[in-house]
């Protein structure tokens, strides 16, 4: 059995990933980023991950014992960033990605990055978008150090978040060390 697997994320799930959420923002805070500080913002946010999670958009890494140790999310084309001539179709949109402080440094967020792009690519998508706070630049080098360029940077009024990016589907970073995929029968947390 492998020691981590992603798995689509369901309601039983919810108490874990909003502790990883609770978790990313408290350890956010210790980075000197804004990044999901703003309560509001916040409280809209996990209504809209509560809806990912019913319309089967969100995953969950759990490891053999079935610990949550990461999360990410399928999304929607955004259209406050990305419009006609980017030509939303051909992408695989990321978010949420979060691993848990105590799985850090195990090359979580790369593998699931890389699942994301085997996703895209077996779809016939060109790329693996996403988009991160303005202020985050740890966030954005983080992606970058992937294989993510920045296409450019939308500033809406009502956004924080705007700072676009995009790796092609066929760009897998980790080849030897993929993540296994179960359902959601496996594991429950």
Known sequence: ????????????DVPALM?????????????????WSDREAGARAIDRWHKTIDDGRAWLVVDGDGRALATVSRGPIDR???TDDDKPESAFYL?????????????L????????????ALEGRDWVRIDTWRSNIGLQSYYEG????????ESP???RSGWLAQRPASV???????????DSEDSKC
């Open 109 to 120: 967020g790369v593998r699931i990055v890389d699942w994301a792009s085997k996703v895209a």
């Open 146 to 153: 992937l294989g993510f360029k920045h296409v450019r940077t």
């Open 95 to 107: 978010y949420k990605l979060i691993v848990a402080r105590a799985a850090a440094g195990r090359g």
């Open 19 to 35: 502790a990883l959420r609770a978790e990313a923002e408290e350890w956010l805070q210790t980075k000197g980023t804004d990044q």
């Open 157 to 159: 009024p009502h956004r």
């Open 1 to 12: 059995m492998p020691t981590e697997f992603i798995r689509p994320a369901g309601a039983a």
């Open 80 to 82: 406050d960033f990305w």
């Open 172 to 182: 897998v970073t980790a080849p030897n060390a993929p993540l296994a995929v179960g």
